[in-house]
């Protein structure tokens, strides 16, 4: 269980720690358990200092960073199938550089990279506080503390 603040300062640590390594993040959890505050916090951590706003009607948003290289935010849930993933230009995603974080991952679940972190939200009994499990998948590197 973790309060805002905790997530955020996670986040960053992801969002530096999946810069670093060109990772997949696959971001999980009902509607406002903290997935677009997940990706602004890991966007920050990595230096990105404009807005990040959710792509949920663009589906796809690219954020420059300042080292060079990209962060690709891609929000699903717009999405009714898997095959309009590929139309969001998926395959460039999983083999292009930068880091990758999507929410709604589950709407996409058979097309994930095997390497990559998944991380879930969800909420608990007080309304300041949520559940918050990552792991790492295949051979994807551990995830910060």
Partial sequence: MV??????????????????????VALYGPLGSGKSTVVRAACRGAGI????PSPTFTLV????LP?????H???????????EVWELGWQELLTGAGAVFVEWADRAAALLPAD???????????PDRRHLSARRCGRAPDLPT
């Fill in 3 to 24: 309060d805002e603040i905790q997530l955020e300062r996670w986040a960053a640590d992801v969002g530096r720690a999946a810069v670093r390594a060109g990772l997949f």
């Fill in 49 to 52: 200092a404009g807005p990040v």
């Fill in 61 to 64: 948003n690219r954020y420059r």
């Fill in 67 to 71: 080292e060079g290289g990209f962060i």
């Fill in 73 to 83: 935010h891609v929000d699903l849930y717009r999405i009714e199938s898997e095959a």
């Fill in 116 to 126: 990559r972190w998944d991380v879930r939200l969800g909420f608990v009994q007080r």
